[in-house]
């Protein structure tokens, strides 16, 4: 198995695990009416265990979502990375960022922040990340 298809595996098992949370779902949840243990959908979020084609089918349908989702911002070959400097839309950060714990209540929270107060706690995150 190759470096980009391991690589492939942990952003899709991100992405679904992005996407459970998101519905406040546990592993449970999600593992029973894929007919696996909790420990087995674990290892499908960490991207240890490969997730097939039909399986991703049935995950979209319980996670209602659209089967691209999981591939959104998928890993490139070095060649394309490479041209994308841009990171504020680099949905490889975004993934990464959602797969957080509170990701999503940091981002409701944000928007509901007024603009000119949300510069300022940018500043505030950019200095702590620094430190």
């Known amino acids: 198995m190759s470096n980009l298809e391991k690589s492939l595996d942990r952003h899709?098992?991100?992405?679904?695990?992005?996407?459970r949370t998101m519905l406040g779902l546990s592993q449970q949840k999600v593992a029973e009416p894929l007919g696996i243990t909790?420990?087995?959908?674990?290892?499908i979020e960490k991207g240890v265990n490969r997730a097939g084609g039909g399986r991703l089918y049935q995950l979209a349908h319980i996670l209602q979502t659209?089967?691209?989702?999981?591939?959104?911002?998928a890993p490139m070959p070095a060649a394309?990375?490479?041209?994308?400097?841009?990171?504020?839309?680099d949905?490889?950060?975004?993934?990464?960022?959602?797969?957080?714990?509170?990701?999503?209540d940091l981002a409701k929270a944000f928007c509901?922040?007024?603009?000119?107060?949300r510069k300022v706690l940018v500043l505030v995150a950019r200095a702590m990340a620094q430190s």
């Open 12 to 19: 899709i098992g991100s992405r679904i695990r992005m996407r």
């Open 38 to 43: 909790w420990q087995q959908f674990q290892k």
């Open 66 to 73: 659209p089967v691209g989702f999981f591939f959104d911002g």
């Open 80 to 89: 394309k990375r490479a041209a994308d400097s841009d990171l504020a839309n």
């Open 91 to 104: 949905p490889v950060l975004i993934t990464a960022f959602f797969s957080t714990p509170h990701a999503a």
């Open 112 to 117: 509901s922040i007024a603009s000119e107060h």
